[in-house]
Structures are given as structure tokens and as C-alpha cells.
């Protein structure tokens, strides 16, 4: 090995060095692997290895030597959160009452990032079933944020979240269907985008593709690196994009035109906004109006409408019928009721709930179209919570929950209006744990939303940031 490897480079980073034949695949791989094996006892992020993985990178090794035509991500190790499908893994969704069979197939959007070169290190942990915006389960236990201790990684990717935090992998797939990219992000100090509604394909479009695949990186760089493999049109697909996506790495060669950005600062449903989150989106703000941005604030109205409650009452726990799960197994009361509910609702309510939330979403962004470009809001409406306030709140919902209410005011709307939404971790806290900001843009402008991100990174440097005693 030409230099020892950096435990926080970049995912684009490791791949240029086995690339340039500066280390192998194997040489990563077991890096990687002995990170994992020596921290993951105190943060539990990673909840089930491959015992392939060392094969296959020795077998990639073998092939560097007689390969020009790399994958741009040749032999990077990638955890895959439990919830999403790898063909030959199991896929428990986190969650005892449902089967541990390995797969048949794999996601669409798994299988690309295999094509492009990721090789699986093992299962991040999620919350069960994706739940709830943080990462403990009765199957897994609770998974701890390499920052601080005592702080949530929050979720559900807080096991995708917290590996790459702690250097355990250089990227780790997501999922978001009302904050569970974002919210994380924010958490430990990562880049996380929630891609449009419809870009990246799926077999089956979950919450009626209001749910949607992506990945938790370091840089603004990774995140379109990886976009840019994933995000093909689909031709098999029951709706087919009618142009390919733009090219998202090459779009960050050029800083962001002026635009005008909307400010959001106090959140929808009169929800107290925590002053350090409010002081560092305001700080976020001035800076973009230094870079010629026009910066107006807004009132929460433009995140109300009766299409959220549809989404939070029907659509979202709906999804939970593609499951078989067994109700006589262990598991949170929230996650019962939440399966209870959905054993109770008739097929007439969700058809037109469903009808409903279709009308309702076009009001629902067009400010987007007609009144601004982006939307600069907290990522959370409060720093991140300590360990088990989020599940507490999940769990007695006759308590009003009233921290699980403000973790997803500003991004559970955003799934439900289909926009492109990027939390980028600009700030720490006064207990010096990560804090980020969001990006709300239109529909499929995510080549401006990184844009805009990759300007912020130059000016807050969070790549180089490191967890203490990791």
C-alpha cells in the first residue's frame, strides 16, 4: 500500500486509489472490515456482516490486474441499510416479526450500485419497519452516534449514518419517506439527499413513491458521484422518464446562478423551533445573500395542507401491507398500533385518500414553480435528541408526542410533495454534535441543490471534521 488509508476519505477518493492501483480491493476490504470489527461492539451500526465480502474483494483484486474498464466505484466497500433488498442477504426490515429468508432479488437501485462497482460490507441497522426518525428495535438494540454518546444518530438510517461517521465505510445506503435521509444527516455530520419522487426507480413504488432510495455520504461530490449511476431511466418501469437525468458530478464544475431562496424558519403546526437551529439557518441565509442570492422568508403556510395528514393517516403506513409479518413476535407498541391500523383500514379509504393526496400535492409545490427556486429551512426543529425520546414518543402517542412531532417538521411534508430535499451539516451544537440545515428544491433540480451544496461545503469545510476518540 503506496499510503496508509484514511478511515473519512471519500468514497470517490478510495475508488481513484484502487482505480490508480495505489491499494486493492482487498487491501480496502480488510481495512474496512477491521474498522468494523473494532468499533462496531460500541456503536451497533452494523447489524449483520457478509461473510463474501473478503471473497469477493480478493476475487476483485485478482481482476484489477487484468481490467482498464473499471466500474467508477470498483471494490468500495458499501453498507446496505435493513430495509432494502440485496439479492442471497436477508432483509428483517429490523424487525423480529418479519422473516429472515434471504432474498431472491435485490432492489433495482441496489443492483445498480453493484454494477457500478460497491462491494456489500453488510446490513446497517434501521429502526423496525423504518418507522420512526430514529434507530432503536427490539431486534437490534439501540445504535449510537460516534459524535456523542448520548445523542440519537437519529433515523431510520441511523445505522448507515452512524458507519460512516466513525470511518466503518466510506458510503451507505438509504432510505427516506418522511426524513430518514435527512435527519441522520444532520445527526452525524453527513450529506444527505432525498431524491425527487419518481427519479430513481423501484420495483414497486413505496407510499406511492413518496419513499425513496439514496445514500449518506461525506461530500457533496459522493452523493452525485453515486447519483449519477443510480439515476438512469428505467425502460421495464410503469411510468418511463422520458429523458435521461442530467449529469450531477460534472454539474458541480459550475457554482449555483443566482437565485431566489425562500427562508423558512418557524416550522409548520406552530412547533417551537430550537434557537441554535434557527441561528444556524439564518447564518446559512446570509451567506447565500453574500453569493448574490436572493434571500425572502416565508411563512409556514407553504408546508400545509390536508394531503400531509392523508399521507401520515393512510399512505405511509399502508406500505407496511408488502410485508407478511407475524404480529404474535416482540415489538414496539408504536410499531403495533401502526400495523393494527392498517389491518383496520378499508380498501375505500386508501383509494381515495390516495386520489386525495394526488390533488392536494400539486398546490403543494407550486411555490416552487411560481414563487422561488429553493427553500432553506432547519433540517429539525430541535437539535438532535437524546436515546430513547424518540421511541418514547412513538410509543404513547396519547402524550402528544411532542419531540417526535418537531424531528420531522421540516422533512416528512417534503416526501409528500415529491421535491428534491438535501440536508447538509453545516453547524455542530453547543454539545458539539452535528447540526444541519435543509435545501427544498424543485421538482428534479437536484444538479442545483448540489450546486448550492458544494458552494457551502468550500465555505464550512465539514469533510474535514472528525468524531473524537474514533
Known amino acids: 500500500m503506496a499510503e496508509p488509508l484514511d478511515p473519512f476519505a471519500p468514497a470517490t477518493e478510495v475508488a481513484r486509489r484502487i482505480r490508480e492501483r495505489e491499494v486493492t480491493p482487498l487491501e480496502v476490504a480488510r481495512f474496512y472490515r477491521d474498522r468494523v470489527d473494532r468499533l462496531n461492539d460500541r456503536l451497533n451500526a452494523i447489524v449483520w456482516l457478509d461473510e463474501a465480502f473478503l471473497d469477493r474483494a480478493e476475487r476483485a483484486t485478482r481482476e484489477l490486474a487484468d481490467r482498464s474498464d473499471l466500474p467508477p466505484f470498483f471494490g468500495v466497500p ?3 441499510k435493513d430495509v432494502q433488498n440485496v439479492a442471497g442477504q436477508p432483509n428483517t426490515k429490523s424487525s423480529l416479526a418479519v422473516s429472515d429468508a434471504p432474498q431472491a432479488r435485490g432492489d433495482i437501485f441496489v443492483e445498480r450500485l453493484l454494477a457500478a462497482g460497491f462491494t456489500p460490507i453488510g446490513r446497517s441497522a434501521s429502526s423496525e419497519l423504518a418507522a420512526t426518525p430514529t434507530t432503536e428495535s427490539i431486534k437490534h438494540g439501540v445504535t449510537r452516534n460516534p459524535w456523542h454518546p448520548e445523542v440519537s444518530p437519529a433515523g431510520s438510517s441511523g445505522g448507515s449514518a452512524a458507519a460512516i461517521a466513525a470511518g466503518m465505510v466510506p ?6 419517506g418522511a426524513g430518514s435521509i435527512r435527519l441522520p444527516a444532520s445527526a452525524c455530520g453527513l ?7 419518481g427519479l430513481l426507480p423501484q420495483r414497486i413504488p413505496n407510499w406511492e413513491g413518496s419513499s425513496v432510495d439514496g445514500v449518506l455520504t461525506r461530500t457533496v461530490a459522493d452523493t452525485a458521484a453515486i447519483l449519477d449511476v443510480v439515476a438512469a431511466p428505467d425502460p421495464y418501469a410503469w411510468t418511463v422518464t422520458a429523458t435521461p437525468p442530467p449529469e450531477y458530478l460534472r ?8 437565485l431566489r431562496i425562500a427562508l423558512l424558519l418557524r416550522a409548520p403546526g406552530d412547533i417551537e423551533v430550537d434557537e441554535e437551529c434557527v441561528a444556524a439557518t439564518r447564518e446559512v441565509a446570509d451567506r447565500l445573500a453574500r453569493d448574490g442570492h436572493e434571500i425572502v422568508e416565508v411563512a409556514p403556510t407553504i408546508a400545509r395542507s390536508p394531503a400531509i395528514d392523508l399521507y401520515r393517516r393512510f399512505v405511509g403506513p399502508a406500505g407496511s401491507h408488502l410485508l407478511d409479518y407475524d404480529l404474535s413476535q416482540p415489538m414496539q407498541p408504536g410499531v403495533r398500533g401502526r400495523l393494527r391500523h392498517i389491518e383496520e383500514m378499508s380498501v375505500r379509504e ?9 390533488r392536494l400535492t400539486r398546490d403543494l409545490v407550486r411555490p416552487w414553480i411560481e414563487d422561488f427556486a429553493v427553500l432553506l429551512t432547519p433540517t429539525s426543529a430541535v437539535r438532535t435528541p437524546p436515546h430513547g425520546v424518540v421511541t418514547h414518543d412513538h410509543n404513547n402517542p396519547d402524550q402528544g408526542q411532542p419531540t417526535l412531532k418537531a424531528v420531522g417538521a421540516f422533512t416528512g411534508w417534503v416526501n409528500v410533495a415529491g421535491l428534491p430535499a438535501i440536508s447538509l451539516p453545516t453547524h455542530t451544537d453547543s454539545r458539539g454534535a452535528p447540526l444541519g440545515v435543509q435545501l427544498v428544491g424543485g421538482p428534479f ?8 451544496g458544494r458552494r457551502l461545503e468550500r465555505q464550512y469545510h465539514w469533510p474535514d471534521r472528525r468524531p473524537a476518540g474514533i
Not at 458510503?171 to 427516506?176: G, I, L, P, V
Not at 454539474?251 to 443566482?258: F, T, V, Y
Not at 433540480?445 to 448550492?452: F, G, V
Open 78 to 80: 458499501i453498507a446496505v
Open 171 to 176: 458510503a451507505a445506503t438509504a432510505t427516506d
Open 191 to 197: 450529506v444527505g439527499l432525498k431524491p425527487s419522487r
Open 251 to 258: 454539474a458541480l464544475r459550475d457554482d449555483p446562478p443566482p
Open 350 to 358: 386508501y383509494v381515495r385518500a390516495v386520489a386525495e393526496l394526488k
Open 445 to 452: 433540480s437536484e444538479a442545483s441543490l448540489l450546486r448550492i
